[in-house]
Each structure stands twice: as structure tokens, then as C-alpha cells.
């Protein structure tokens, strides 16, 4: 089944300063990879997808890229804010199935 | 526009009592339903998920059971629960691939049992 791998576990980055987490997975038949974020206490929230058709897609301060090839996708958040402090979840889906990394704090420093 | 209800939000229960969580889902038919289950501190764990009536996959052999008695209500359950039961169940919804595939969450159960 899929495995998907997360790092780093923990994140901190200067207020201003750009945050990149990367995740890599085993199936290679995954086809769609969507990231989540998690502030304490609360329910993850989708931010951003991509899907295995496409390399690169951006929103705003956020983009996702994604190697097929190299089978690894990476969350990028520029001009990081306070408000970006959370937990990230990577994750691949596949039949039904979304398989969620282990997760990245990331601490914005002021 | 879909919505998705979880309840309780929190339950504390001692070890060996019986667990029903429900979840229902609003807005939608024939959803993906899953159970997940976040330990303190740690990652999001694919318990159940269910792609019909009926239909239910495990993914942890543990000691929870999960059904889909109506085609957008999903119940996790336990006869007798145990410590490591503990934590932050989530109930999610999404359709199909060919209907876009993005996962919503409910929000959540916070479960400790003593």
C-alpha cells in the first residue's frame, strides 16, 4: 500500500522568510496529492492540491510542486506570517484511499 | 453546499465501556466516508473507510468497527475500549475521483479513556 514520508517534523522559520516541506510516497500510482493545515485543537484544513498531471501549482503565497519521476512533492510558503504557524500534512491518494504524512510544525518567528 | 456533523466533541470513558461515534454527511450522496484517528501530538491515521452502503475497509486490525448503516452516516464503534483508544477521531467525507476527490473533515472527537 502507499507510504508517505514527511520531513522535517519540525520547522522554524523568521517571520518574512520562505518555509519549504517535502513529502515522498511509494505508489507510483498515485495520482492526486492534496496538503492540509492544522492549528491546535481544530480539524485540518485543505490549502492546497495538486494532481499527477501537473508539475507546479501556485496560490497566492503558496505553491506545490511535484516529481513523478522522483515520486516527491514539496509545500512552498513564501513571506511566511504569524498566522502560518500550524501543522502541515502532506498526503497521496490512490483507489479511494488518502494516506496522510506525519506531519510538520512549523513555528513562525517573529 | 455539503456539510459534514461529528459529535460528540468530547467524550471521556473508562476502559472497557462500549463507543459509538456518528458522523453524517449533508449536501452530497454516495460520499467516501473515513474514520481517522490523531494520537497527541502525531500524525492522522486511516482507520475505515467506506466507498457505499455497506461497504467498509480496515486499514489497523485493532479492536474498532466501523459501518455505514445509510448511504451518509458513518459509525465507529467499540465493544470495549481500551488506553491506547485514546485521542482525536475524525470523521471525513469526499467524492470520488471523478468528482473531485478533495477530503473535508468534520471536526472532530476528542476521546480520552481513563
Known amino acids: 500500500g502507499e507510504n508517505v514520508e514527511q520531513h522535517p517534523s519540525t520547522l522554524s522559520v523568521q517571520e518574512g522568510d520562505s518555509a519549504v516541506i517535502k513529502c515522498t510516497y511509494s505508489?507510483?500510482?498515485?495520482?492526486?496529492f492534496p496538503w492540509y493545515k492544522q492549528e491546535l485543537g481544530k480539524r485540518p484544513q485543505l490549502i492546497i492540491d495538486?494532481?499527477?498531471?501537473?508539475g507546479e501549482k501556485k496560490d497566492q503565497r503558496i505553491a506545490v510542486t511535484l516529481n513523478k519521476t522522483a515520486k516527491h512533492f514539496s509545500l512552498h510558503i513564501t513571506e511566511t506570517q504569524p498566522e502560518d504557524s500550524a501543522v502541515y500534512f502532506c498526503?497521496?491518494?490512490?483507489?479511494?484511499?488518502?494516506?496522510f504524512g506525519k506531519g510538520t510544525r512549523l513555528h513562525i518567528l517573529p | 453546499s455539503q456539510t459534514i456533523h461529528q459529535w460528540p466533541a468530547t467524550l471521556v470513558q473508562p476502559v472497557g465501556s462500549p463507543l459509538s461515534l456518528e458522523c453524517t454527511v449533508e449536501?452530497?450522496?454516495?460520499?467516501?466516508l473515513y474514520w481517522y484517528r490523531q494520537a497527541a501530538g502525531r500524525g492522522l491515521q486511516l482507520l475505515f473507510y467506506?466507498?457505499?452502503?455497506?461497504?467498509i475497509s480496515s486499514e489497523v486490525p485493532q479492536n474498532l468497527s466501523a459501518s455505514r448503516p445509510q448511504d451518509r452516516q458513518f459509525i465507529l464503534s467499540s465493544k470495549k475500549l481500551l488506553l491506547s483508544d485514546s485521542g482525536f477521531y475524525l470523521c471525513?467525507?469526499?467524492?470520488?475521483?471523478?468528482?473531485?476527490?478533495?477530503?473535508?473533515f468534520g471536526s472532530g472527537t476528542q476521546l480520552s479513556v481513563l
Open positions: 505508489d507510483s500510482a498515485s495520482n492526486y
Open positions: 449536501g452530497t450522496s454516495n460520499p467516501n
Open positions: 467506506s466507498v457505499g452502503i455497506g461497504q
Open positions: 471525513a467525507w469526499s467524492l470520488d475521483w471523478d468528482r473531485g476527490g478533495k477530503l473535508f
Open positions: 495538486i494532481r499527477s498531471n501537473v
Open positions: 498526503a497521496g491518494y490512490r483507489d479511494d484511499k488518502i494516506i
